[in-house]
């Protein structure tokens, strides 16, 4: 058998490659092989950092009676959905329509023309609570394809022309407009839970694009509610478990595994969801001053840096939930979790009674096996500042000599974009130079390695080797978000530059012509059974909406007509769906108040170093009106548009607002600018 996923990118592939089962990774030659065998394909599909994968790898894809069995009777293909996301969401779509249900592992059956025609997740070794066992799942399949091979082929048929009229056209819907934007938070006032300041629900994902637009919300329109929102949900999700309270950083969910009982996170920490989450935080902390703001977002990017950053300079994709509890059995969240004993033999009895009080570590547990999650009940009383710091730094101390959560090298360029956005502005905001360089670091990367001669991105590169798989929408929207955050923070045109040349290829390759709606991929991009298409923000920006914040910035900070019609266009989605579900398009909901609001434009000259210039452009970049673009510069520079034709004022260091095609007369003062981008609809 030869090993086929050896020279992959991807450590998830990687993972498989020493596996029994005869796999093959997502290419025609597979497709190929199942014609020329007369055989279905079975595609699975996962990510490094999925425990169900994990499992289903060790109980099935590991054991030779099962994998001989998928070798005789199926082409087994395995995909990282992190590395080709446009495969994951066209068969995604597929699960979901037809079981109701989807996640991951994937498990999909289709004919050698890549027809979709049996689904599953995650299939146990033996039947267990209703569900049947793998074995039996492939029995089934195979029986069916020899036997009832006319059904297979109706049944494949049928779902493939349902999921090719799934069509979006955003051409009638118009620009969202400010009764759109109040229904949309009308709606997540519905289904917030005022006791506990989280949504709805049993399993609770942060919401941090929702978390934006209320904070832009608010600054635009003055909204208290869409305030105390933000900063309800934000207040929850740090001081509960979701996240590290030792040393940082956001797990992926947490659950109520009981009613009433404590939440459990999900243990793997993503890099989107930090890049997320930390650019959030300093915005709160931008909007309101917060100390528990301020903390939390230099916290989650110096976990960025001290844990994902890769020797090349980019970040890595996700840390595991599960490790080695110790005894060599891989278990999740072990890394993390502490005991009341555990607590004495680190701190001492005195201070491992105040430290299981101060992050509830409790007899019983609030995990397994007696096990606790650190987090912050409510607290009576003061608290000694000093203290809470000195025990933070020894359970540190400590967990870092257990063994560690592996870790998904994977370079994405989307997730590495958001992880450029938030350092950037997080190092501008609290004076840490040191992000800053961070970010320029991935962006250098992405830039060096992911793009080529033609701006054409890779999605994936690993060890400083870029993978072969080709950049999707969201790769080009995000990437340019972090150019043009770069931009703004550094002054700098070339950042500006590098976001021009992505987001032409998004009018050109990405966006339907006629519609204005936007595919994920590009149109000379392999073709699937469908081009996918999905508006819906979920766990990150769709492409959709990210793209439309890009182009809006683009066209902010340069007057092209073409990017801001694009943009335009595209938030047409957010019209129809921001008051229905606006938990599901809150990055759309955010670039749409961006656009009611201007955004507005803002250079800011003078001579580096001089103290009034390093006054201005701090107040510049700390301005809330949403989505307002910043340029800094010298008098009359040609390294960014909106700094020509803008001179000193009485030799003094100025700053210059515009929106809407008008400009406010130049300030020297920044408290004069401070009120220009704060004021709602000033």
């Not at 934000?234 to 797990?251: E, K, P, T, V």
């Not at 339907?512 to 709606?517: I, N, P």
């Not at 902010?556 to 229905?580: C, D, I, N, W, Y």
């Amino acid at each position: 058998m030869s090993n086929r996923l050896a020279q992959a990118t991807s450590p998830y592939l990687l993972q498989h490659a020493d596996n029994p089962v005869d796999w093959w990774p997502w290419e025609p030659d597979a497709f190929e092989e199942a014609r020329r065998r007369d055989v279905p394909v079975f595609l699975s599909v996962g990510y490094s950092a999925c425990h169900w994968c994990h499992v289903m790898a060790h109980e099935s894809f590991e054991d030779a009676d099962t994998a001989a069995y998928m070798n005789e009777h199926f082409v087994s293909v395995k995909v990282d959905r992190e590395e080709r996301p446009d495969v994951d969401a066209v068969y995604m779509e597929a699960v979901q329509a037809a079981t109701g249900q989807g996640g991951w592992p994937m498990s999909v059956f289709m004919t050698p023309d890549g027809e979709p025609f049996y689904f599953g997740t995650y299939f146990p070794p033996e039947p267990r609570h209703g569900m049947p066992s793998f074995r039996q799942v492939l029995e089934g399949v195979h029986s069916a394809w020899t036997s009832r091979r006319d059904e297979v082929a109706e049944v494949a048929g049928k779902i493939t022309r349902d999921l090719a009229e799934r069509e979006l056209s955003t051409a009638d819907a118009g620009s969202p407009t400010e009764e759109v934007q109040a229904l949309a938070l009308l709606q997540l006032a519905r289904d917030i839970d005022p006791a506990t300041g989280w949504f709805k629900g049993d399993t609770k994902f942060p919401p941090s694009m929702v978390v934006e637009f209320l904070l832009r919300h608010h600054a635009r329109a003055d909204s208290v509610a869409a305030l105390e929102m933000a900063e309800e949900l934000c207040g929850a999700m740090a001081r509960s478990s979701l996240y590290d309270q030792a040393a940082g950083g956001f797990h992926r969910y947490v659950l109520t595994p009981r009613p009433g009982g404590p939440l459990v996170p999900h243990f793997e920490k993503m890099l989107y969801d930090n890049a997320l989450l930390c650019r959030v935080y300093a915005h709160l902390w931008r909007a309101t001053g917060s100390e528990l703001a301020r903390r939390v977002a230099l916290e989650t990017a110096d976990f960025l840096v001290r844990e994902l950053r890769t020797a090349e300079g980019g970040f890595a994709s996700a840390l595991d939930a599960d490790s080695d509890d110790g005894s060599g059995r891989h278990v999740e969240g072990a890394y993390y979790v502490w005991t009341p004993a555990q607590l004495r033999e680190v701190l001492g009895d005195a201070d491992a009674e105040l430290a299981a009080r101060y992050f509830g570590v409790t007899e019983e547990g609030t995990f397994e096996e007696g096990a606790s999650v650190l987090q912050l009940p409510r607290q009576e009383g003061a608290v000694d500042a000093e203290k809470v710091t000195s025990l933070r730094e020894r359970l540190l101390a400590a967990r870092a000599g257990r063994p560690a959560p592996g870790r998904d090298d994977k370079v994405v360029a989307a997730w590495n974009g958001l992880a450029v956005a938030a350092l950037a502005e997080t190092g501008a905001y609290f004076d840490r130079p040191d992000l800053v360089e961070a970010a320029i670091g991935a962006a250098d990367l992405l830039v060096r390695l992911h793009m080529d001669e033609h701006a054409r991105l890779a999605r994936t590169s690993k060890d400083g080797r870029a993978g072969a798989n080709a950049g999707v929408l969201e790769d080009y929207a995000d990437v340019a978000e972090g150019f043009l955050a770069l931009a703004s923070v550094t002054g700098e045109g070339v950042w500006l530059e590098f976001a021009g040349f992505l987001l032409d290829h998004v009018l050109a390759q990405f966006t339907d012509a006629e519609s204005g709606a936007l595919y994920d991929t590009a149109a000379d991009a392999e073709q699937l059974i469908r081009r996918p298409q999905d508006p819906t923000d979920n766990a990150t920006p769709s492409g959709w909406s990210a793209a439309a914040g890009a182009l809006l910035s683009y066209a902010a900070q340069t007057g092209a007509e073409p990017h801001r019609a694009a943009a335009e266009r595209a938030l047409g989605v957010v019209k129809s769906l921001g008051p229905r579900a606006p938990r599901f398009i809150g990055w759309g909901l955010a670039v749409a108040e961006a656009l009611l609001d201007g955004p507005r434009e803002v250079a800011v000259v003078g001579e580096s170093g001089d103290p009034a210039m390093t006054a201005l452009r701090r107040t510049a970049l700390l301005g809330t009106a949403p989505g307002a673009v910043v340029a800094t510069g010298v008098p009359e520079s040609d390294e960014l548009p909106l700094l020509a034709g803008r001179p000193l004022v009485d030799g003094r260091p100025a700053a210059y607002v515009c929106r809407h095609f008008v400009c406010d007369a130049p300030t020297t003062d920044p408290e004069e600018l401070r009120e220009t981008l704060v004021s709602p609809n000033a």
